[in-house]
């Protein structure tokens, strides 16, 4: 792969750029220009570069309006709702997130349903965000059918990736972000792009035989992580991202889509939790003693420390030429 180096400030920029040339305004282009440039930042290449042909083409299709105001409602003193009003998810998540964080520091647990929006990123932003207030984070979308169920070999769910974010006084969170697929179609696609193959597991072919080629999977379906573990997970996700919040789920987003190839419009739910309130002011101290010991053992790490170990580095990113060379042709 020829790569192509790059400035933390250069992403932000030419994302930001492409983006206001393709129909956004400021607000929305510097709130998803930040999450593109922090993906790229944290090493998550699946969910930043790589996104921005997707997003070009959600916003010349007219699917997604580059200058909706999201719109915020406080339902109960703990559940907030944001309209996104066809947003891309990034600048209702600005905006609800710090309300969230408030009214959960009041009660002791809340929760944010974003609807209307178009969700095409990682979720760590949203929940390392609670994290870094202090508040424990758990945040779902669900996406377009690509999954099949355990025990069926048609796709209904989407990726549908959890994050969850525990805050620590004494260092980074922790924080993990995960499809509930055995992988996210991202990463299927970047192994496409570099001639890649998969692990066992990953997914079935057109014809419903297990396969390990990207290409052959993508025309097919992904499996579950885990087996049924993974699908009930899965499940989950799809039951608090369209279920709870009213939007769609992934096979009514299909359905409903234009199929562009940019983000369908879906929900997402953003849960806060306070430790303070719920097991008073010792809970840092006894979860260090919990995760001193895990990290003692051989071979342990916390989900996270990768990101944020790559975060401490502000130089140089490598991006790939080829994408690079796409986003310039989008970026006029
Ligand atoms: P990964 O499998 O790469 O990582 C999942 C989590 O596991 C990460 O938090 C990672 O932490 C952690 N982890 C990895 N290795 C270890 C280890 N050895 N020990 C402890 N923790 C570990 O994620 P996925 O490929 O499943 O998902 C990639 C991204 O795709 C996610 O950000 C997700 O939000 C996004 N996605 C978005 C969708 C959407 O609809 N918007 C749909 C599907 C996925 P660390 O980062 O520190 O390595
Ligand atoms: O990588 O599976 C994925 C994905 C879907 C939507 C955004 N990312």
Redesign the pocket.
Known sequence: MTTVPMTLKDIYQLAKSVMINNGCDQPNAEALADIIMRAER???H??GLFRVAGYVKALRSGKVDGKAKPEIEKITPAIIKVHGNGCFAPIAQSLGLPTLVESTKKVGIGALSLTGIH??????PETEYLADNGLVGIAC???MPSVAPAGSKTALF????I?FAWPRREGTPI?????T?S?????VQIALRDGQILPEGTGLNAEGEPSIDPAEIIKGVLLPFGGYKGSAISLMVELLAAGLTGEQFSYEAKENDNGDGG?PRGGEIIIGISPDIIAGPKWNEHVKNFTDKMLAMEG?????????QNRLNTGIREIDKNLLKTIHELNS
């Not at 924080?175 to 499809?179: I, K, Q, S, W």
């Open positions: 944290d090493g998550s699946s969910h969700h095409f990123a990682a979720l760590w979308t669900a996406y989407g990726t549908n990736p994050s924080v993990y972000d995960m499809a697929a992988m996210a179609m991202g990463d983000p342990v790490r916390l989900p996270g420390a990768r990101r944020h």
